[in-house]
């Protein structure tokens, strides 16, 4: 018999239930215990072996890889702590002094921040491009990644995937995409050519604002177990409740995207009929530069789409008038929200870099929820007036 102190300790541990829970069990542990040494010392060595630690490999974040591995009709997937985490992992691990980058020019803020510091610090050098061709133009013997995102933010242009990425295979790089705005429902990259696909699951794939985290997915499962004993010492991985809060969003994933697609086409294209809107940007209109594009790439648009007011002043005035929606950071949530990129996510950038981008001062972007459509626009029909 044990000591009381002793029974603190080690507390009672039912044995696992005969039946499956319907719910994925939060494995909320740092670690495994083994009875046999060779099973534990297995798990330290290969990403498919027994669970040992949980920056390893843990159970609950397990089942988000798989599930979107699959989402993805890829081989494996490395969940992450955030976004930023699955994007810095995958290039810290896949890039060495002196090797080249060929970027999309409209990137995430992050990632762009992220590719200027392995520029300064650690001497990789980076090409910004617009399209295949100026891929294919920006070519070195060096170049060893080429970088993408579905859609882009906050002008949500759509990157000619197959395109850029038979620019890549042919030159042997690794092709690697950020399809947060698109998730594995509107398209599938690894089917278009992309070796890694990267996502940021504080969006779409969480969707109720609650959780950060993020996910690589690999085509080829070589790859994955050549680059995992690295990317789990890069040291971001995701935290099993976070796992959690994202799975149980993944489960309602499709219905959402149905009523974020829809809900935006509809926004869209009443804005596009407002007198106080001089351009709306949002890949489901026929005037969107990209909209063929889409139609070909994507099975729906979106939820996320922005729009010009006359100017500055307009744009912050209407920030501060809408009620239902939210003025705040992020996208992909069940709520709607509004933000001014001039003058928050895009402040960094000089006048000269907004235009580039496409973002006026008096561009607004919306992520369009999932409530009842004409609660949304009577609130943006408002907030305009
Ligand atoms: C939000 C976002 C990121 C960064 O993700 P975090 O989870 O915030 O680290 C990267 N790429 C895109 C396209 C995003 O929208």
Redesign the pocket.
């Known amino acids: 018999m044990n000591h009381q102190s002793t029974t603190c300790v080690h507390v009672r541990t039912p044995r696992p239930p005969a039946g499956q829970p319907l719910s994925t069990p939060i494995h909320q542990t740092s670690g495994f215990a083994f009875t046999d040494p060779d099973t534990f010392a297995e798990g330290m060595a290969r990403p498919d072996a027994e669970p040992v630690y949980t920056r390893l490999g843990n159970p609950t974040a397990q089942a988000l890889e798989l599930t979107v591995a699959q989402l993805e009709g890829g081989a494996a997937g490395f969940a992450t702590s955030?976004?930023?985490?699955?994007?810095n992992a995958v290039l810290m691990t896949s890039l060495r002094s002196g090797d080249h980058v060929i970027a999309q020019r409209s990137l995430?803020g992050?990632?762009f921040a992220s590719l200027e510091a392995l520029a300064h610090r650690w001497g990789v050098e980076v090409s910004y491009v617009a399209d295949p061709d100026e891929a294919r133009a920006a070519l070195r013997p060096n170049t060893r990644v080429l970088y993408a995102?579905t859609i882009s933010?906050p002008v949500v242009r759509v990157a000619d995937l197959p395109g850029l990425f038979a620019v890549g295979r042919e030159a042997g790089l690794l092709n690697v995409v950020?399809s947060?705005?698109a998730t594995p429902l509107l398209c599938r990259p690894i089917e278009h050519g992309a070796d890694v696909v990267?996502h940021?699951?504080?969006?779409y794939l969480g969707g109720h604002s609650d959780v950060?985290?993020?996910v690589a997915v690999f085509a080829d499962a070589a790859r994955h177990r050549e680059l995992w004993p690295e990317l789990v010492e890069f040291g971001a991985p995701a935290d099993p409740f976070a796992a959690w809060l994202t799975l149980r969003g993944v489960r309602t994933l499709a219905v959402r995207m149905r009523q974020h697609c829809e809900n935006a086409q509809l926004i869209a294209e009443r804005l596009a009929e407002h007198p106080a809107v001089r351009a709306v940007h949002y890949p489901g209109l026929p005037t969107h530069p990209d909209h063929d594009l889409a139609r070909a790439l994507l099975t729906g648009s979106g939820g996320v789409l922005s729009f010009e007011l006359a100017d500055r002043a307009a744009g912050l005035e209407f920030t501060r008038s809408v009620r239902l929606a939210s003025l705040a950071p992020?996208?992909?949530g069940v709520e709607t929200l509004v933000l001014h990129p001039a003058s928050t996510s895009h402040r960094q950038l000089t006048a000269d870099q907004l235009r580039a981008a496409g973002i006026g001062e008096g561009t607004i972007r919306l992520s369009v929820g999932i409530e009842h459509p004409e609660d949304v626009w009577a609130d943006l029909e408002q907030a305009l007036a």
């Open positions: 955030s976004g930023m985490g699955a994007i995430y992050g990632t995102e933010n950020d947060t705005f990267l940021s699951t504080s969006k950060i985290g993020g992020s996208l992909g």
